[in-house]
Structure formats: structure tokens, C-alpha cells
């Protein structure tokens, strides 16, 4: 898709450069036609939800879906509230993994437990996660070492590291909507939204090196698991929406299928 092709698909909102604290609200996305004539649309109810799984050994261990804008701590303790200005805005909302005991040591065995325990108290402070219109970022501030794997990320077949206390863009929004707009238009394959987390281990390990997977993580932002699974339908439909599709998504759908 060239430079031209991709004129008329940009998002824009409310926000550019900001700390999570201060999101409160979610932002309303309006998609600029080739017209250079805005075409607002309602805001997606999810915008700012993150669906996150968390695993030990590869076993789900925790699930839930975010509930405020101002995003999400995945951390093993809780951060006092002192300390609220030096580790992060109490606003987020905290995900903690559970005690390694869950796993249970009849199926895994002291050897999981013990080594899950050594690792985790390294992940307190955890990393934060949030939406905004430009994407989702993500801060290490945990001690652990945090690799990663996703849409923004540099390698597929070595480790991408997160570096600690710097801020990272884990997926553009104009990137997502194009790759989008590709799919329903010119039958290409969806974009990439989840991302993985691995705490404590190289991730994506290089060719032949055992990953054990003890610790991990699994975010999806909602707003683009909704619009991959409802342009799925909407194909398939031929461009025609079943009637529980939302509005707001069938009119993001019907502009992308059409600019």
C-alpha cells in the first residue's frame, strides 16, 4: 500500500502528549475522508479497556478486562500510596499475579513453585499499560527483565527487551487502521493487536534456545479485537452488517471499506 493509498485513514484525538493520570476520558475518533473533510464517529465504548491474561508455565493463572482510562499496572504487589508520585498513578487500575501455590504442586512440582517465587517478588512496581489515540504504551518499572512481541516490535526471531523507565509504543492506532483498511478493501491480512509480555526470560528466544515460559502475560486492546472480529463479519456478510453489529463500528467499517 503506498503513500497515496493510505491518504483519507488518520486518526485523530483529543490528547498528544500526556502521562496516564492525566487521560479521563475517552477520546472520540473521527477518520479524515480523501476530501480533507472530517467524518467524525462515535467513540467505541472500549476504547480504553486492555484484556489481560496472565500465565505461569503457560497455564491461564488470571483474566480481566480493564475498567478505567487511565489504564493498567501489572505488578506482584500492591504500590503503596505514599509512594504514588514516585511509582505511578493510583488511578490505574492494579492486576496482580497470584501466589505460584496456584499452579498447585501436585501437577507442576516444588520446582515451578521455587522457581516462580524467586522470580516474581522481582516484578513488583510491575510495567504500566495504557490506550491512547495515538495507541498503546507501555512503561517497565519493575526490576525483572521484560521482553516483548507485537505489532511495533523490532524482531520476530530474537529478543526485543523493554528497558526500564522508558516508555514504549507497543502498537500505532494509524497503523492498525490502515492494515484495517487493506483488509477490507484489497483482501489482505488483518493487523496485528496482541501482545505478549515474557518476565525474566529473552523473548522470542533465537532458533534452538529452550524457553520455559515461567512468567507471562498476554494484553489485547479491546477497541481493535472488536473491529478485527466485527471486519471478519462484516466480509463475510458482503458488506453487509448483522443487526446486533454496533452502529459505531458499522459506520468505522463502512468508511474504511469505501475511502
Known amino acids: 500500500m503506498d503513500s497515496t493509498d493510505l491518504q483519507g485513514c488518520q486518526v485523530k ?19 479524515v475522508s480523501p476530501s480533507s473533510q472530517l467524518v467524525p464517529s462515535e467513540s467505541i465504548n472500549s476504547d480504553c479497556c486492555l484484556h489481560v491474561r496472565l500465565y505461569y508455565c503457560d497455564v491461564l493463572v488470571k483474566e480481566m478486562t480493564t475498567s478505567v482510562a487511565e489504564g493498567c499496572q501489572i505488578t506482584y504487589s500492591t504500590v503503596v500510596a505514599e509512594n504514588e508520585d514516585l511509582y505511578g498513578p493510583s488511578g490505574m487500575e492494579e492486576i496482580q499475579f497470584p501466589p505460584p501455590e496456584i499452579l498447585g504442586y501436585r501437577n507442576w512440582g516444588p520446582k515451578a513453585i521455587w522457581v516462580l517465587k524467586r522470580l516474581l517478588p522481582h516484578l513488583n512496581r510491575g510495567v504500566l499499560l495504557w490506550v491512547a489515540p495515538e495507541g498503546i504504551f507501555l512503561k ?23 528497558e526500564r523507565e522508558k516508555t514504549y509504543r507497543l502498537l500505532d492506532t494509524q497503523q492498525f487502521i490502515q492494515e484495517l483498511r487493506g483488509f477490507l478493501r484489497h483482501g489482505k491480512p488483518l493487523p496485528q493487536y496482541q501482545i505478549h509480555l515474557c518476565f525474566g526470560e529473552e523473548f522470542p528466544p533465537v532458533p534452538n534456545q529452550k524457553l520455559h515460559r515461567f512468567i507471562t502475560a498476554q494484553v ?33 467499517l463502512q468508511q474504511l471499506s469505501s475511502s
Open 13 to 31: 484525538g483529543f490528547f498528544h502528549t500526556w502521562a496516564p493520570s492525566q487521560i479521563r476520558q475517552y477520546p472520540n475518533w473521527a477518520f
Open 140 to 162: 517497565r518499572q519493575c526490576q525483572s527483565r521484560v521482553y516483548w512481541k507485537g505489532p511495533l516490535a523490532p524482531h520476530k526471531d530474537q529478543p526485543n527487551k523493554l
Open 220 to 252: 489485547e486492546p479491546v477497541f481493535a479485537r472488536n473491529l478485527c472480529l466485527h471486519a471478519q463479519q462484516y466480509l463475510q456478510g458482503s458488506q453487509t452488517c448483522p443487526p446486533k453489529m454496533p452502529k459505531k463500528i458499522i459506520q468505522i
